[in-house]
């Protein structure tokens, strides 16, 4: 009795680590500067017209105070802070102990002249300039279909 209940209990771990092997791998999602946290990166699908896309994460884990001064990515030729009352432009201030989101309804990033479509699904690379902690490398999800 005791060799057949070690083999089902062999057996289900074998079925079990072999289904987590089908499956796909978890996107990394966080990226780390020198002093702060950038988490989880996305925008939605556009169509080939779109004039932008607006970009969504969260940044947190702020042991000093840095700012946001240049994004870089093969699918956009700029990039502007859009939201509440920004001024145009790229230079967003991220204080000490402060943890913020830039998504949709508020303050958000905004890539402009979109050199494609951004697919579902898909991963772009992006770069993320700050004034002191240098030049952080992200992904760009695409998670959502747009809205409509």
């Known amino acids: 009795m005791p060799y ?8 289900r771990a074998g079925l079990a680590l072999g289904a987590s092997a089908m499956a796909p791998g978890a996107r990394a999602c966080e990226f780390f500067a020198a002093n702060l946290r950038v988490t989880h990166p996305w925008t939605r699908v556009t169509p080939a017209d779109a004039p932008f896309a607006v970009v969504c994460m969260k940044i947190d884990q702020v042991t000093a105070s840095d ?18 009352s920004t001024p145009p432009g790229l230079n967003l201030l991220i204080e000490r102990g402060q943890d913020f989101t ?19 699904g ?21 998670d959502y279909e747009a809205q409509g």
């Open 67 to 84: 700012r946001l001064i240049g994004v870089e990515t093969p699918v956009a030729t700029g990039a502007q802070i859009g939201g509440i």
């Open 102 to 120: 830039l998504n949709e309804e508020g303050l958000h990033l905004r890539l402009l002249g979109l050199t494609q479509p951004l697919l579902l």
């Open 122 to 142: 898909r991963s772009y690379p992006m770069r993320l300039v700050f004034e002191k902690s240098g030049v952080l490398h992200v992904e760009l999800n695409v």
């Open 4 to 11: 057949t209940m070690s083999r089902r209990h062999l057996l």
